[in-house]
Structure formats: structure tokens, C-alpha cells
């Protein structure tokens, strides 16, 4: 304990030396800017912009001496001239440039209101100057973008002052590319009409700008069909935007201006917007010039970009993915982004920079290499037979093992992908315990008590989502992995899916898997998925507000009440509970419609949940044993009012459905069942009958006349 205290105290001894040292070469820079003479205190900006450009250390050193305030207060002075106001600006942006806890220096002295004062300043080099050093603050990290939207009416201004010079244009294209990450500040831009100030740069005379302008636009219009539709509606020096986009895809072009113009093709094309324009521009110029960007002689952000722009361009398409197959040998190309770096010559310094950055960014490769194969593997069986390796399957299973989240969630897309396949399943992911890493990323969060999963942490609830897809495969009843995953508890990470009320799509997986667990499951398993639902997390997933998750709930109690032999020993224990959940079902009167609605067809959103809800209750009237009849339909009069109103209804599935329930009710061996027989025609079941006798779909009419020969065995027609 003694010598720790000594430690600390030779430690503090030797910091105030540090400092004292520190004050002493460097004050008297900085007691110039307190002086009266203007000529001296040029002198001092010029002497200190000097020290700290390009130098890490003297800008601290600066920064500790109190530079910032007092660089801060000659901007705000009226006294000082314009030149003097410049130079302090220059320098902070100087010192935004270097760690990042200058910057929050910067910020919590007010330098960024100070800057957006002096946009407002008529002086050119002065207006520059501020542009620059926001440019450089807001684009230090992921966290400073949103300060560009703190003032609307500045970011309405930089907008309109775009055109003010080369450097206003390249900086402003830099700060909307960097600031632009949600659909709120993609919409906020764009009504300040930010797509009129862009366009006319897409040819400008200096390639720089045209590079940094698409890249904006790319922002602008990812995932944003408005956007993408005003694009394709533009036009400057009366060319459509799309046309010079195209053109932009020429090998002749800079590589990052290829690369930015496909991107933003990609979007619009995504879009929907691109009705009515020849799609032949994007399988035979986008696709390709994606491809070219991820061979291994591009740069490392070209690889980058390039990968996860095709996955982007390929993901819901079979026909762009089959053609992405045979392009220009992308699969050998991605098979690269596994290799390590390889320097040719130790002596060349751009083989080494190169070299420095592969390293530096294996990551990135990484996710990006791994979305491009999630993409192409998502649909085509026989695109999987062909691509897929234990070699792939192997480089994700390390993927899943990365420290780097965004790896780790690549990976299990990629998994996802594979695992469509049966032959994957039972061999590769078999042989390599795929289900064991995915399991551990499944478990994670609950393991480590220190760090829980916090569900408002987007990242980690993607994880989790991706993660929860993949076990929902891997649960599936012909896959040898069902078995280790519950061996290995998997379905304590399911209950917590179906809990959380805050991501839609982690619960659907959540159920999603409980239905995969009872599809033909042994007794055992059914009772074990109902404790895991429980009557509480039950009924909460009937009045969810997603259709999905109502309708994926009613086929797990469906599975769990299917066979014969299991129906009376469930209603035993939880035939309430069971009763309950239907009525809720039947009775709700504002239910979920899905999305997308289509998938409805011409249904109602009532009559498909009706359905769903019969088909549990039909598998209760199948049961063997005569009490649950008695008490849960004998009793229930209600119920068998409900059931005529069903058959009696316009929706075909429904009117099959309830027919289906009044046959397996009307079984003539059954104890009880004249009485149950007559009840069901003084309620009109035999009226509504006849009226089907002619329906014209095969499987109803079928239904009808079987249950129509059960009634006219005991004469009750």
C-alpha cells in the first residue's frame, strides 16, 4: 500500500513537471492573443498555427494552456478584423483534426455555435475557414453528425451557399455525406431542397467535386423513395440525373466515381422508382462495375463498398443474384477477401501502406464479404451446392467468434442463408457444430451478468434478431441440430425473444422458434414450449400488434394439440388456458393487419386469425376423451353459436375450417354425441351445411359431404 501511494505521488511529481515544462515553452504563444497590438497577436496565430498542424502533442499542449476560450473570443469580437478571425479559425479546425477528446473540447467551449455565427460573415476566406472546421468536427465520429441539424436555419444556409467556391462545394457535399444517416435528416435535406443544390454539380468541370456530390447523393437517397424518385425526374444541362449517372460508370472515370454512381443507381433501382427506365443498366453496367470494385488490385474501401453494395443490389432478387453468379468471376474475387495481405516488396511504401490498411480494416472486409455471400446464397439451392464449402462454412464460424459485432452479425446472416438448405444442414453445419457458436451468441447476453443485453441498444438487438433467425432454421424437424440446441437450452434465450416487446422482429423469431420445437414433437417437448408461453406471455402475444406474432402463436398451440393421443392430456392441465386463448382471438376487434398486406390475398384480417383460431379448437374436438368435449363444446353454447356464424361467412378458408371443427364434433361413436349432434342443429349447423352443398372449391365441398353423411347416420337430416 506504501509503495503504491509512492508511486502515485512520483506520478503526479512527474506530471507537474510535464506541465511546468509545457507552460513555460508555449506561454508566451499564448499571451499574445491577450495583447492590444493586432500585429502581435497575428504574430501569435501564425506562430501556434504552426506548432499544432500535423502535430498531435503541441495541440493538446495548446489546448491545455487554455488556447481554446481565447481563440473563441476574438472570432466573437467586433474589434477584431476579419484576417484575425480567420487565422482562429484555422486553428481550431487544426485541433478538431487531432483525438477525438479535442474535439469535445471544442464543443464544450461552444466552438460549434461560434462557427455557425460566422457562416454569416460576408468575407469569403473567413466563411470558408468556419465551413472547414465544422466539415472536420462533425465528420470526427458517428456521434457528432447529428450537431450539423442542432440549428436548421445554419444547415439551410450552408445549403445555399454552396456555389460560393470550389472548397463550399467539396465541404458541403463532405458534411451531407457524413451527417446523412436516418430518414429524418434524409428528409430534412431534402425539404431544404438540398437535390436542386446537388445536381447541377454532377458536372462540374473538377472531378473532385462530381466525386464528393455523388457520394451525397448516394446518402441522400439510400432506402429513401422519395428521394430516388425526385432524382429520376431531375435534370441538368437537360440531362436526366440517371443518364449522367450512367455515364459516370465508365472505366475511364475515376474508380470513386464509378464506385459512387453505382451506389446511387443501386438505391433508386431498390427503390421501386425506376419504373418505366431500362433495367438493362443495372445487370449489364451497375452489377458488373460492383464486381470489378471487389477485385483484390482495388482499394481496400473499394472492396468494401463494392461487396456490400452488391449484397444491397442482389438481396431480394433470385434472377440478380444468379447473374451476379457469373459475373465477371465474383465468386473468386470474394473468396480473396479471406486472404491475408501479402507484401510484394517491403520496400515500396505504397505495397506497405496497403499492406498497413488491409490489416488495419480485416474486419470491414470481413462483414462485407460475408453480406455479399448472405445475398448470393439467399435463394438458389443449387447456387448453394456450388459456392457452398467447409472452408466458407468455416470462415463463419470464426466470423460468429469475432469481437467485432457487426462481423459477428454478417456471419450469422451469411448462416441464415445456408441454412435454408437441407443437404448444409446435415453435412457442413454437422460437421463443424455451427448450431454450438450460434447457440453461445444466442446465450451470450444472459451469461454475462456485468453487460445484459440492453434492448435499446440497436447493434446488440440486430444480433440478437440475426442470431434468432438462424435458430429458428436450425429448429426446423428433419434437422440433426434441433436436438443439440435444446440440449443446450436454447429455449431460454426463446422465452426472452417472445418477452421483449420493444423489437418486433426479435419476438416473431421468438415464437417463430416455438412453433419449429412443436411441429411433431413428442409430448414432453409440447408441455415444456406451453411453460415456456405461460398464460401471461401467452396472451400478450394474442394482443400483440403484430399479425405474425398472433397467428405463428395460435399454430404453436395448434402443433401442441395436433396428435390425438397428446389433446387430452394437455386440455387436462391447461385446457383454460388453451379456451382462453382462443376466445381472445375470436373476440378481438381490432386485430393487426400484416405486412406487407398483400399476403392476406382478398381476406380479411379477422377471418385468416378466425382460421387459425378454429384450427385449435378443431384439434380440441378431435381429442379422445369424452370429457374435454363436455366440458370445453358440450357447454359452451356460445362457442357453437360462433362456429354456425363461421361456416355461414364468405371467406372459403374459414367456412373449410369450421366445417372441419362440426365433423370431428358430429363422430358417431363418440359418448354424447347425439345430444351434441341435436344441439347442433337446433343452432342452424345442418342449414348452413346445405347451403355449401354446392360450394366450389374441391376441398370444402369434400368437408361438407363427409359431415353431411355423419348427421344423416343418426337422421338428423
Avoid at 479535442?102 to 462557427?115: A, E, I, M
Avoid at 435454408?420 to 454475462?448: C, G, N
Wanted: proline letters at 2%; hydrophobic letters at 40%.
Amino acid at each position: 500500500m506504501e509503495v503504491d501511494q509512492v508511486e502515485i505521488a512520483e506520478n503526479i511529481t512527474s506530471m507537474q513537471g510535464v506541465l511546468s515544462e509545457v507552460t513555460t515553452l508555449y506561454q508566451p504563444y499564448i499571451e499574445k492573443l491577450y495583447s492590444d497590438d493586432c500585429l502581435k497577436v497575428l504574430e501569435g496565430l501564425k506562430q501556434i498555427k504552426n506548432f499544432v498542424i500535423g502535430n498531435n502533442k503541441q495541440k493538446t499542449n495548446f489546448i491545455v494552456l487554455g488556447a481554446i476560450p481565447r481563440l473563441v473570443y476574438l472570432i466573437q469580437q467586433d474589434a477584431s478584423d476579419v484576417h484575425t478571425k480567420t487565422q482562429c479559425t484555422v486553428i481550431l479546425g487544426s485541433l478538431a483534426k487531432g483525438m477525438e477528446a479535442n474535439v469535445k473540447s471544442l464543443l464544450d467551449y461552444g466552438v460549434l455555435d461560434v462557427l455557425f455565427f460566422g457562416l454569416n460573415h460576408s468575407d469569403l476566406k473567413f466563411y470558408e475557414a468556419c465551413l472547414r472546421c465544422i466539415r472536420t468536427i462533425v465528420t470526427s465520429s458517428d456521434q457528432t453528425g447529428e450537431l450539423i441539424f442542432t440549428d436548421v436555419s445554419m444547415t439551410a444556409r450552408v445549403l445555399a451557399c454552396i456555389n460560393k467556391s470550389l472548397c463550399t462545394q467539396e465541404c458541403t457535399c463532405e458534411i451531407i455525406s457524413h451527417c446523412c444517416k436516418t430518414r429524418q435528416q434524409q428528409d430534412l435535406l431534402f425539404d431544404l431542397d438540398v437535390v436542386e443544390n446537388l445536381v447541377p454539380l454532377l458536372v462540374s468541370n473538377m472531378c473532385r467535386v462530381q466525386i464528393k456530390s455523388v457520394h451525397a447523393i448516394a446518402a441522400l437517397c439510400y432506402k429513401n423513395p422519395t428521394v430516388c424518385s425526385c432524382l429520376l425526374k431531375t435534370k441538368t444541362s437537360g440531362t436526366p440525373v440517371h443518364e449522367i449517372l450512367t455515364n459516370m460508370l465508365s472505366r475511364c472515370q475515376p474508380v470513386s466515381l464509378q464506385l459512387n454512381a453505382a451506389r446511387c443507381l443501386t438505391y433508386i433501382y431498390r427503390s421501386g422508382a425506376f419504373n418505366g427506365i431500362d433495367n438493362k443498366v443495372i445487370s449489364k453496367k451497375v452489377l458488373p462495375c460492383l464486381v470489378r470494385m471487389c477485385s483484390s488490385t482495388c482499394g481496400i474501401n473499394e472492396r468494401v463498398v463494392g461487396a456490400k453494395t452488391i449484397a444491397y443490389l442482389i438481396e431480394a432478387e433470385t434472377q440478380m443474384q444468379r447473374l451476379a453468379l457469373v459475373c465477371e468471376h465474383l465468386p473468386r474475387k470474394l473468396e480473396a477477401y479471406f486472404r491475408h495481405p501479402i507484401v510484394a516488396d517491403t520496400q515500396n511504401v505504397d505495397d506497405m501502406r496497403r499492406f498497413k490498411q488491409e490489416l488495419g480494416r480485416g474486419n470491414d472486409l470481413l462483414e462485407a464479404v460475408f453480406l455479399a455471400y448472405a445475398s448470393l446464397l439467399s435463394n438458389d439451392e443449387d447456387m448453394r451446392k456450388l459456392i457452398a464449402s467447409e472452408s466458407l462454412v468455416q470462415h463463419l464460424v470464426d466470423g460468429m467468434s469475432n469481437e467485432n459485432q457487426d462481423v459477428r452479425i454478417a456471419a450469422l446472416q451469411c448462416v441464415l442463408s445456408l441454412s435454408r438448405s437441407v443437404q448444409i444442414l446435415r453435412t457442413i453445419f454437422e460437421d463443424l457444430d455451427v448450431s454450438k457458436h450460434v447457440s453461445m451468441i444466442a446465450h451470450a447476453p444472459w451469461y454475462r451478468e456485468s453487460t445484459p443485453l440492453n434492448f435499446d441498444d440497436t447493434k446488440a438487438v440486430k444480433e440478437q434478431v440475426a442470431a434468432s433467425s438462424v435458430v429458428c432454421n436450425l429448429l426446423l424437424e428433419f434437422s440433426p441440430t434441433k436436438a443439440k440446441l435444446l440440449f443446450r437450452n436454447i429455449l431460454y434465450p426463446v422465452k426472452i425473444w417472445c418477452e421483449n416487446e420493444k423489437s418486433i422482429h426479435l419476438r416473431r423469431n421468438g415464437v417463430w422458434c416455438l412453433l419449429n420445437v412443436t411441429f411433431q414433437a413428442d409430448l414432453k417437448l409440447k408441455m415444456e414450449a406451453m411453460n415456456i408461453l405461460g398464460v401471461d406471455l401467452l396472451f400478450s402475444l394474442l394482443t400483440s400488434t403484430d399479425y405474425d406474432i398472433i397467428t405463428k402463436t395460435l399454430g404453436v398451440l395448434n402443433n401442441v394439440l395436433t396428435s390425438k393421443e397428446h389433446t387430452d392430456t394437455v386440455m387436462s392441465t391447461l385446457g383454460d388456458t388453451v379456451m382462453q386463448a382462443c376466445a381472445i382471438a375470436i373476440e378481438s376487434t381490432s386485430l393487426p393487419v400484416p405486412t406487407p398486406p398483400t399476403s392476406l390475398g382478398n381476406r380479411d384480417v379477422a377471418s385468416a386469425v378466425h382460421t387459425y383460431a378454429l384450427c385449435v379448437l378443431g384439434c380440441v374436438a378431435g381429442g379422445d376423451g369424452a370429457t374435454t368435449l363436455r366440458k370445453y363444446w358440450d357447454d359452451n353454447e356460445n362457442l357453437m353459436r360462433r362456429l354456425v356464424q363461421f361456416i355461414g361467412s364468405s371467406d372459403t378458408e374459414l367456412q373449410t375450417a369450421g366445417v372441419a371443427c362440426v365433423n370431428s364434433l358430429c363422430r358417431v361413436d363418440e359418448v354424447g354425441s347425439n345430444d351434441r349432434q341435436q344441439k347442433m342443429r337446433d343452432l342452424g349447423v345442418v342449414e348452413a351445411l346445405n347451403k355449401l352443398s354446392d360450394a366450389t372449391d374441391g376441398a370444402l365441398f369434400n368437408r361438407v359431404k363427409l359431415t353431411q353423411q355423419l348427421f344423416q347416420a343418426k337422421g338428423n337430416l
